[in-house]
């Protein structure tokens, strides 16, 4: 009966390492996105003297968070937690498994309205939004987008039930983004929600490296 208690070791071996496993395959798809992400910036740099790509970039603002689900939108960075997580539309299960998820409906990524954010907080799923509750009032939240790198400032840190559709409001014409994630971590029954207004946006080419 060796043979069975072999494969009862073996099995319980198998369990403990599955969500491990599950967790190192869903962040590493979340850093094919980002390489995904980089590894477009030279195609991008030639692009610019086509000028049909410059009329794509001016109107990036309206345009470039009408993108078709599932596609990069924009790199999001939050230096104090360490935090670069790509930004794809749409904030469906598969989505949320390896990225931020921009929610259909609210205002486009860097427009005047409310631009909501949302990730997961979990053991499961890669890092993500595990580390959203340091980021306190006055902290920086960078999203980068293809043509420009927006600077926000957070000026509100809340708890909310899950049915609060409250804070995807549109502000007095400001430029705020809204990010969203499950709390607590552990059998989360409220959202954790960080609001952050936008300061400052720099186009890319006006920056040096």
């Known amino acids: 009966m060796k043979w069975l208690a072999y494969l ?6 198998i369990t403990m390492c599955y969500p491990k496993a599950i967790s190192t395959y869903h962040a590493w798809q979340e850093q094919e996105l980002l390489v995904k ?4 910036k030279a195609q991008q740099s030639m692009l610019q003297l086509n000028k049909t790509f ?4 001016q109107n990036e603002g309206s345009k470039n968070n009408r993108d078709r689900s599932g596609n990069i939108l924009a790199i999001l960075q939050i230096k104090k937690i360490n935090l670069r997580l790509p930004i794809v539309e749409g904030a469906s299960l598969e989505h949320l498994k390896i990225a931020g998820g921009h929610l259909k409906g609210t205002a486009p990524i860097g427009s005047v309205g409310n631009a909501a954010i949302a990730a997961h907080r979990s053991y499961t799923y890669g890092k993500q ?3 959203l509750p340091e980021v306190g009032i006055g902290d920086e939240v960078l999203i980068e987008t293809k043509s420009q790198i927006i600077t926000y400032v957070v000026f509100n ?3 909310i039930n899950p049915d609060d559709l409250s804070i995807l409001k549109s ?3 400001k430029s705020i983004i809204t990010l ?3 709390e607590p971590m552990k059998n989360p029954t409220k959202r954790l929600i960080i609001q952050a207004e936008k300061k ?6 006006s920056l040096s490296f």
């Open 8 to 13: 009862l070791i073996l099995a319980g071996v």
């Open 37 to 40: 992400w980089e590894g477009g």
């Open 54 to 57: 410059e009329v794509l970039s």
């Open 129 to 131: 939004f595990n580390r």
């Open 157 to 159: 840190k809340t708890i």
């Open 171 to 173: 502000r007095d014409n």
């Open 180 to 182: 969203i994630t499950c």
């Open 200 to 205: 400052k946006a720099q186009n890319k080419e």
